[in-house]
């Protein structure tokens, strides 16, 4: 049977880019795309809501979908461990199913499981991220995940070493590992995690051209919500990675790494 989508947050960079691929693939159905200016009572009759909105309306979109009843995919920043959390329950209670997805680059999801491998065999490490200049958070969720990940692999290690964390321009600690965050004309979406030790560094990068790597990710995530329970982070649960040191939510989720998702 085909999946009935509605997309909030459809106006914005990526929600015309879940749209499209919803409209060309022949398992969905695009039943609506709302706007800020959009009732949310729209979103009734699809199965599956997607929310690529703005972090100050999402919570709002993400509760009115799951006591509707509808599936939601949310792809967007501003969801703390607290919210995930509280919305778990609300998930449960209605036997419904809520993914949440930090970035749909398969390759930056990645890119944070090697550094969350490497980060075991190195006590200096930061992390360095670039965005376009209209993402409206800082650190990116992304970022703020790997951080936390990395973290929870080392815990018996303890914290990382961070000389001069008092200095402003020693950037935001988070989870203890300090995070530098560009926000620069003409780019889209760039993270380098840098590991020091005695005598040599090492580096993981990644780098995002287009919104064309966001594709695959959306889609995986899509038909993966299909058969969902509960609450789920994260697209690297949904590519059978599985955990390492334990996972744990990530701060805001950051599709602004696909956007900023500013409705309208």
Aim: glycine share 10%; proline share 4%; charged share 20%.
């Amino acid at each position: 049977m085909t999946t009935r989508v509605a997309v909030i947050g459809a106006t914005g960079r990526l929600g015309s880019l879940v749209s499209r691929l919803v409209r060309d693939s022949d398992d969905f159905e695009l039943v609506a795309e709302l706007s800020s200016r959009s009732a949310l009572s729209e979103m009734l009759g699809a199965d599956i809501a997607v929310d690529v909105s703005h972090p100050a309306v999402s919570g709002e979109i993400v509760e009115y979908a799951v006591d509707n009843g509808l599936r939601v995919l949310v792809g967007t920043s501003g969801w703390s461990q607290e919210r995930i959390g509280a919305v778990t329950s609300r998930v449960t209670a209605r036997d419904g199913a809520v993914v949440f997805i930090p970035n749909f680059s398969i390759g930056s999801v990645l890119g944070t499981r090697l550094a969350t491998i490497a980060a075991r065999y190195f006590d200096s490490i930061e992390i360095v991220e670039a965005h376009h200049a209209g993402k409206v958070d800082s650190p990116s969720g992304t970022a703020v995940r790997t951080a936390e990940l990395m973290t929870r692999a080392r815990a018996e290690l303890g914290p990382v070493d961070a000389p001069h964390t008092d200095q402003r321009a020693r950037g935001q600690q988070v989870a203890s590992i300090p995070v530098h965050s560009l926000r620069v004309a003409g780019l889209l979406a760039s993270q380098q995690v840098v590991f020091g030790g005695h005598g040599e560094s090492l580096s993981i990068r990644h780098d995002t051209i287009s919104d064309e790597s966001y594709e695959q990710g959306i889609l995986l995530a899509l038909r993966a919500l299909r058969e969902a329970s509960g609450v789920t982070v994260g697209l690297d649960a949904l590519l059978g990675l599985g955990s390492i040191g334990g996972e744990v939510p990530p701060a805001p989720v950051d599709p602004s790494d696909t956007s900023d998702l500013v409705q309208d």
